[in-house]
């Protein structure tokens, strides 16, 4: 036992150690763990950040991102940032979108709540070439797609049902945003590159893209911002948003889990009972024979 104790614990200090020397290298920082009103069994999100972070994507991100698979209706759905219908129906209307008339033609006509956020490229090579060579993500499913490790012990508990944590993504895009700094003495910097703590490698080809002051977000009654306008906000709020554009129904998919655990809890119950019903009267003193059977034999 002591012996097993002990090789955990050297286990334990070199995968630590390790973490630590890739972090010191340069090749896996991590990003730190963020609070996500989403995060758990039980989280949602929330309503007035999704609105906050389509406003970043609208004003600064959806100049060089697509979001092809959301639809301009899936903003009024339940769950997500909770336009109206007119709302969603008007913000449409200042999209333009490009279809086939019964001539085969090409034509554009404004669009319609039914259509995806039409690309700001016509497509990945004009993307590529407008971007450096190489077409920006499309906004979709980057929340899911960006992830890191954790190391060990912290995958551990991620795994676990009531600590379960999946959030990684959101915080790496988080801390991407907020990870742009000059470069340290005696790194190399090529012309077109960015240095950014978190991105691998440090050297990102986007510029930073957001600076405090920027977006201008909703005021309340005294003409305050309701939440700080600073980098650090409108990257929270951007994550989450596009959080929600990777699985814009999740508290759906939650409460449907939720209500299935709490079934096979009951049927579970249920089954106890009748099976305590159904075996009570068999008994017995050996090999749960009862005594008449075992005198027979």
């Known amino acids: 036992m002591r012996i097993a104790r002990l090789a955990a614990a050297a286990l334990l200090a070199a995968s630590l150690g390790a973490g630590s020397a890739l972090a010191e ?9 963020e609070k996500w009103s989403f995060a758990g069994m039980f989280g ?8 906050r ?11 060089c991102h697509s979001m092809r698979l959301v639809a301009f209706r899936n903003l009024a759905e339940p769950g997500g940032p909770g336009f109206t219908e007119g709302q969603v129906k008007a913000l449409a209307e200042t999209y333009s979108v490009k279809e086939l008339d019964d001539s085969g033609a090409e034509k554009e006509r404004p669009a319609r709540p039914a259509d995806r956020f039409p690309s700001p490229f016509p497509n990945d ?55 742009y700094e000059d470069a340290p003495k005696g790194f190399t910097m090529p012309e077109s590159g960015y240095y950014n703590k978190y991105y691998p490698g440090h050297v990102i080809a986007m510029p ?17 911002p309701v939440v700080p306008e600073t980098v650090e906000q ?14 814009p129904h999740m508290m759906a998919r939650k409460a449907l889990g939720l209500r299935v655990i709490l079934f096979l809890i009951v049927l579970a119950g249920l089954l ?12 017995g003193e050996v090999h749960g024979l009862q005594p008449e059977l075992h005198k027979t034999y």
């Not at 930073?208 to 305050?224: A, H, R």
Request: charged letters at 20%.
């Open 25 to 33: 290298d340069g090749h896996g920082t991590n990003p730190p763990r």
């Open 44 to 51: 949602r999100f929330d309503q007035a950040q999704l609105q």
């Open 53 to 63: 972070g389509f406003q970043v994507y609208k004003e600064v991100c959806a100049n």
């Open 125 to 179: 090579k004009a993307a590529a070439a407008a971007n450096g060579g190489k077409a920006p993500p499309d906004f979709s499913v980057l929340a899911k797609a960006r992830t890191y490790e954790r190391g060990f012990p912290l995958f551990v508990f991620d795994a676990l049902p009531v600590t379960g944590y999946s959030e990684q993504g959101v915080d790496y895009i988080h801390a991407l945003l907020t990870g």
């Open 208 to 224: 930073n893209p957001l600076s405090d002051g920027q977006i201008t977000y909703p005021k309340n009654d005294k003409g305050e």
């Open 234 to 247: 409108y990257s929270h709020d951007v994550a989450a948003f596009m959080a929600w554009a990777a699985e």
């Open 272 to 283: 106890f009972y009748v099976k305590k019903q159904v075996w009570k009267k068999v008994g």
